[in-house]
């Protein structure tokens, strides 16, 4: 089945440790996007790629890095400069084209700090 | 993109319509209207999308006011697996866009048996 996969479910950090969230579709879509969720707040963007080897920052990008050098692909690191690292981080895509596209999500990793 | 207001809650009783409200009465003429939803520690999923004219599909009815200012989602017989965050977010139809995306905290619905 076409989705995307997002891995592990639940992940936990310890102080000054960096953790890498993964992120895989087999959507064939361009466009790549990691989302962060925290309670009684709405999905905030925290990097976005357009296509291969190129991404932006969203806006909570500090304490965060990505890469993007597979269409594939689009792992989320969570430096030890982000200091309130416990979220929920959701994964997305959506294909390219005339724009207005949908977004597919996968089904996020909890975070947690030890 | 414009902003929406949703109401923070409803209920609903299963197998009744579920009728969720948005305002966006600030929406320009080329944004769209996007519903999604959320089931708890899962992704949002696409519902359904419209411009001007009403819509429906297999998951549920996109009403929108002739002024374009508010909108209906409708859940024709809701069942409890309808309980989730419903999320309406307006976007400019253009390329590239889906990052301006303005996430706003939903309506959570509760379906009850």
């Known amino acids: 089945d076409g989705g995307i996969t997002q891995s592990p479910k639940y992940l936990f950090r310890k102080e000054g440790q960096n953790v890498t969230l993964s992120c895989e579709q087999n959507l064939n879509h361009d466009a790549m996007y990691w989302y962060r969720q925290d309670p009684g707040q709405g999905l905030r963007l925290i990097y976005y790629?357009?296509?291969?080897?190129?991404?932006q920052k969203g806006d909570i990008a500090e304490g965060y890095s990505v890469s993007r050098e597979k269409k594939e692909s689009f792992p989320l690191t969570v430096t030890s400069a982000q200091k309130n690292p416990t979220a929920f981080y959701l994964c997305?895509?959506?294909?390219?084209?005339?724009?207005?596209?949908?977004?597919?999500f996968g089904s996020g990793t909890q975070l947690s700090v030890l | 993109d414009a902003k929406t207001t949703q109401p923070t809650s409803m209920d609903c009783a299963e197998g009744r319509a579920a009728n969720l409200p948005c305002n966006h009465s600030?929406?320009?003429?080329?944004?769209?209207v996007y519903w999604y939803r959320q089931i708890h520690s899962q992704g949002p999923q696409y519902i359904i999308h419209g411009l001007k004219n009403n819509e429906t599909n297999e998951m549920a009815s996109l009403i929108i006011t002739e002024d374009r200012k508010s909108s209906t989602l409708i859940l024709p017989h809701a069942t409890l697996r309808d309980t989730a965050v419903y999320y309406c977010i307006v976007r400019d139809y253009n390329a590239g866009n889906n990052r301006k995306l303005i996430w706003g905290l939903g309506t959570s619905l509760a379906v009850n048996p």
């Open positions: 600030t929406i320009s003429g080329n944004e769209y």
């Open positions: 790629s357009q296509i291969v080897n190129d991404f």
């Open positions: 997305a895509s959506s294909p390219p084209g005339q724009g207005g596209e949908k977004l597919f």
